[in-house]
């Protein structure tokens, strides 16, 4: 008789198919520590690839505040990560000081509202 190891496997033995390598964690980590302001995004600021990525640049570009862009695009990986890391499944993804601001809709709704402008003035 095959011992209760070898037949089942045992939670914690391997990793769990699509589990993220630490090392992507750590440099979403490390990309909200460093950017007060980083908007994970379809593109760049110079060339966005989707119209919500474009939407939040343009509101952004309109406040003038300084702010990063990662390009999701081209880091599959990240892609993959940044939405378990934030448990948002769209993009773009705007953070402020660290935390999730929201997507395209939440950005451009804050800013008809005016809540958009202190909140991002107060943060740099």
Not at 16 to 43: C, Q, Y
């Amino acid at each position: 008789m095959a011992d209760f190891k070898s037949v089942f496997k045992i939670a914690g033995d391997a990793p769990t198919p699509g589990a993220k390598s630490g090392d992507v964690m750590e440099r979403i980590r490390k990309d909200l520590a460093e950017n007060k302001i980083i908007l994970f995004m379809k593109g760049d600021r110079n060339f966005p690839q989707c119209g919500f990525s474009a939407a939040v640049v343009e509101v952004l570009e309109e406040l003038g505040v300084t702010y990063q862009t990662r390009n999701i695009l081209e880091d599959a990986e990240l892609r993959t990560a940044l939405k378990e890391f934030s448990n948002w499944p769209t993009y773009p993804q705007l953070y402020l000081n660290g935390k999730l601001i929201g997507g395209c809709d939440i950005v451009m709704e804050m800013h008809q509202n005016n809540e958009l402008a202190p909140l991002l003035k107060d943060a740099v």
